[in-house]
C-alpha cells in the first residue's frame, strides 16, 4: 500500500517540483505555527504583564538599536512583532479555513440540490449565483459584514465578530461550488445507480447526499485548496479596512492596519514583516493549489 | 436582434429591481428608522405618529414603490452619520473614484499592452519569463500591500510623491478634477499604480495568449509570404486583431476596478465613494450603503450589458452564446 502511494503519479509530479516542495514546507511550517502558536512564539503578545512600554517601537534585532530578544523589533504597545506575526497567521488561517469550508457546504448542499431537483428551485438558485457572481467577492463581503453590524447596532462581540467576517467570506465565495457540483449531478443523477437508489425508494436527501455527492466531490477538492489563499487574502482586506476580526485577536490584516499608522515615522517593520509573511503564505498555498490542480487533472498530462 | 436586446434589457432590469429591493431591505428592516429618529422617551403615540408620517404603516409593496420612485430620483434619505443628502454626498465623492478607476483601467492598457506584446513575440526571453512569473506573485499580493509598499518606498523614503489625498482640485461646475493641477497629477500616480496592477497582469496575458494564438494563423503567415517586415506584421496584422478581446475584458474589469477602488482608497485617504462606503460600513450608515450599493449595482449591470451588446455586435458567433465574465 505504501510503496503504490510512493510510486504514483502525484508523489512523482511533487517529488519534481523544488518549487512545490518549498512551499508544501512553508504551508505545514506556517500551520505547525499556528496550532502551537502559544509554544512556539518567542512571547505572548496578548499577555499585558509581560509587556514592557519601555521596549516600544525596538527595530529588527540586526539594526544598530535592535535588540536580541525581538528578533523582527516591537510596535507601539512593545509587542515583539514575530510572535504577533505567529498568533496572526494563527487567526488568518482559522477564518480562511472555517471560511473555505463552510462556502463549500453552503455551495456543495445548493449545488446537489439545484442539479437533482431541478426545475424552478434549479432556476431560481442558479439565477441568484449568476446574479451574485456579477459582483465582485470583496463587495458581497463587505455588505454581509456592513449589515451584520446594522443589525447588532454597531457593536459587534469579539467572538460574534469572528462568525460575522466566516459568514462574510463564506457568502461572497460559495457559487464557485454550486456551479461545479450541479454540473457533475446532472451527469450522475441519471447514471443506473441512481435510479436503482430511487427504484428501491431511498429518500431523495439520501440518494443526493450518499450517492449523488460521492461521485460529484472531486473537482470540488481542487477548488477548495484555491479557495484558501483567496479566503485568506478576503480576510485580510476586511481586517485592513478594520471592518474584519476584532483587534483583541488581531489576523495578518489587522496588523498591516496597525503598522500602516507609523509608516511615515519611520517604524517599516511594523508593517512589513506582517505583510512579507502574508504574502509568502498565500503564494505557497497557491502554487500547492495550482499543482494539484495540474496533478489531479489526467488531461493536462 | 431586437429579442435579444430586450431580453438582456429585461434581465438588467431585473436584476437592478433585486438589488433595489436589497437596500429597500436594509433601510426598512437592518436600522428602524423610527427608533433612530425619535428619542428614546418617546411614547407610543409619537412612534405611531412617526410611522404614519414616514408612511411605515402602508403596505409593504407600496413602500417598496415609493423607494423605487425615490431612488430614481436621486434621492436616498439622510445619512445616519454626517447628517446630509446621501445623494449630495455621492455627487461629491463620484469625480475622484472616477478618475481613480479611468487612470488605473489606463495604466493597465498603456503598460499590460507592451508588455504582453513583448512576452509574445519573445517568449524564451529571460526577460519574459521573469515578467510571467512575477504576474503569478503580483496575483498573489492583496492590493492594499502593494499600495503600502509604494507609499514605502516613493513616498517616505524617496519623498517623491504625496501618499494621499487628491492634491488641488480645480472645480468644472459640478465635477472636481485632479488631473489639472501638478499636485493632483502626482498624487494620482501611486493610488493609480495600486489599483491598475491587477489589469495590467490580466491584460499582459491575455494580449500574450491572443497573440500567440494570431501568429500561427494562416493569414500571417501569407502576410509573410508577401515578404512584409516582421514590425508591419507584428503590429499592423496580428495586435490588431487582439484588440477586441482586450477591450471587452477591460470592460468587464471596470467594475472590479471600482469595487477594489475601496481599498486602494483607504490606503491613500483618497475621498471618493469607496473612503464613504467604508466609512458607512464602519458606522452601520444604512442610507449610504444602500444608496453605494445600487450605484454600484448600477455600473455593473451597464458595463455586462454594454459588452454583451457589443459582443453581438463584434461577433456573429456568438449570438446567444456568452463569455462568462470573469468573477
Same mark, same amino acid.
Given at each position: ?48 504583564? %509581560? ?17 536580541? %530578544? ?139 447526499? %450518499? ?36 483587534? %483583541? ?53 | ?327
Amino acid at each position: 500500500m505504501a510503496a503504490r502511494w510512493i510510486e504514483s503519479d502525484l508523489v512523482w509530479s511533487f517529488r519534481h517540483r523544488p518549487g512545490v516542495i518549498l512551499s508544501a514546507l512553508i504551508v505545514l511550517a506556517a500551520v505547525v505555527a499556528a496550532v502551537f502558536a502559544p509554544w512556539v512564539a518567542p512571547h505572548n503578545p496578548f499577555d499585558l504583564a %509581560t509587556l514592557n512600554l519601555g521596549d516600544a517601537l525596538t527595530p529588527p534585532a540586526w539594526a544598530s538599536n535592535g535588540q536580541r %530578544t525581538y528578533l523582527l523589533g516591537t510596535d507601539d504597545q512593545g509587542r515583539d512583532v514575530l510572535s504577533a506575526i505567529i498568533f496572526g497567521s494563527r487567526m488568518s488561517l482559522l477564518v480562511g479555513l472555517l471560511a473555505t469550508l463552510l462556502s463549500m457546504v453552503i455551495g456543495v448542499s445548493l449545488g446537489l440540490v439545484a442539479g437533482y431537483v431541478g426545475g424552478k428551485v434549479d432556476a431560481l438558485i442558479m439565477r441568484i449565483a449568476d446574479i451574485q457572481l456579477s459582483f465582485p467577492a470583496i463587495l458581497i463581503a463587505l455588505l454581509v459584514d456592513g449589515v451584520a453590524r446594522a443589525v447588532f447596532k454597531g457593536h459587534l462581540e469579539d467572538n460574534l465578530a469572528l462568525y460575522v467576517i466566516v459568514i462574510a467570506i463564506a457568502a461572497s465565495g460559495w457559487v464557485r461550488y454550486a456551479r461545479t457540483v450541479r454540473g457533475s449531478t446532472l451527469v450522475e443523477r441519471n447514471r443506473e445507480y441512481v435510479q436503482a437508489a430511487r427504484v428501491i425508494g431511498r429518500h431523495p436527501l439520501a440518494i443526493m447526499f %450518499t450517492h449523488v455527492l460521492p461521485n460529484a466531490l472531486g473537482p470540488v477538492l481542487v477548488l477548495v485548496t484555491l479557495h484558501i489563499g483567496e479566503a485568506i487574502i478576503t480576510e485580510s482586506i476586511l481586517s485592513f479596512l478594520g471592518v474584519g476580526v476584532p483587534p %483583541t485577536q488581531p489576523s495578518l490584516g489587522t496588523l498591516i492596519r496597525i503598522g500602516n499608522d507609523f509608516l511615515f515615522s519611520g517604524e517599516w517593520w511594523i508593517t512589513v514583516f506582517p505583510g512579507a509573511a502574508l504574502v509568502i503564505l498565500v503564494l505557497a498555498i497557491n502554487v500547492l493549489g495550482d499543482w494539484l490542480r495540474d496533478a489531479l487533472n489526467p488531461r493536462l498530462r | 436582434m431586437i429579442a435579444f436586446v430586450l431580453r438582456r434589457l429585461l434581465q438588467a432590469v431585473v436584476v437592478m429591481l433585486v438589488v433595489g429591493f436589497i437596500a429597500f431591505a436594509l433601510f426598512n428592516f437592518v436600522g428602524d428608522p423610527v427608533a433612530l429618529m425619535l428619542p428614546p422617551e418617546a411614547t407610543q403615540a409619537d412612534r405611531d405618529a412617526m410611522r404614519a408620517m414616514l408612511g411605515l404603516d402602508r403596505p409593504f409593496w407600496a413602500q417598496f414603490a415609493t423607494f423605487i420612485t425615490n431612488a430614481l430620483h436621486g434621492n436616498f434619505g439622510i445619512s445616519l452619520r454626517l447628517g446630509r443628502p446621501v445623494s449630495d454626498l455621492i455627487v461629491e465623492r463620484l469625480p475622484a473614484t472616477l478618475e481613480l478607476a479611468f487612470m488605473a483601467a489606463l495604466f493597465g492598457l498603456v503598460v499590460g499592452i507592451p508588455l504582453g506584446v513583448y512576452t509574445a513575440l519573445r517568449r524564451d526571453s529571460w526577460v519574459s519569463q521573469l515578467l510571467l512569473t512575477s504576474s503569478l506573485v503580483g496575483v498573489s499580493l492583496p492590493n492594499f500591500l502593494i499600495g503600502i509598499f509604494l507609499i514605502l518606498i516613493f513616498a517616505v523614503w524617496l519623498g517623491w510623491l504625496p501618499s494621499f489625498g487628491r492634491g488641488d482640485v480645480v472645480h468644472l461646475g459640478a465635477w472636481t478634477t485632479g488631473l489639472l493641477t501638478v499636485s493632483g497629477l502626482k498624487a494620482i500616480i501611486l493610488p493609480a499604480i495600486t489599483l491598475g496592477f491587477y489589469p495590467v497582469t490580466i491584460v499582459m496575458r491575455l494580449v500574450r495568449s491572443e497573440m500567440l494564438e494570431v501568429l500561427r494563423t494562416d493569414y500571417v503567415k501569407f502576410a509573410r509570404a508577401r515578404g512584409l517586415t516582421d514590425r508591419s506584421i507584428h503590429f499592423h496584422h496580428a495586435l490588431k486583431n487582439t484588440m477586441v478581446p482586450v477591450i471587452t475584458i477591460v470592460g468587464l474589469q471596470l467594475g472590479g476596478i471600482i469595487a477594489f477602488a475601496i481599498v486602494t482608497e483607504t490606503v491613500f485617504q483618497w475621498p471618493g465613494m469607496g473612503l464613504l462606503f467604508i466609512q458607512a460600513v464602519q458606522f452601520a450608515d444604512i442610507p449610504i450603503m444602500g444608496a453605494y450599493l445600487c450605484l454600484v449595482g448600477l455600473i455593473f449591470v451597464t458595463i455586462n450589458l454594454v459588452v454583451d451588446l457589443l459582443y453581438f455586435v463584434v461577433d456573429p458567433r456568438l449570438r446567444v452564446e456568452r463569455v462568462a465574465a470573469a468573477h
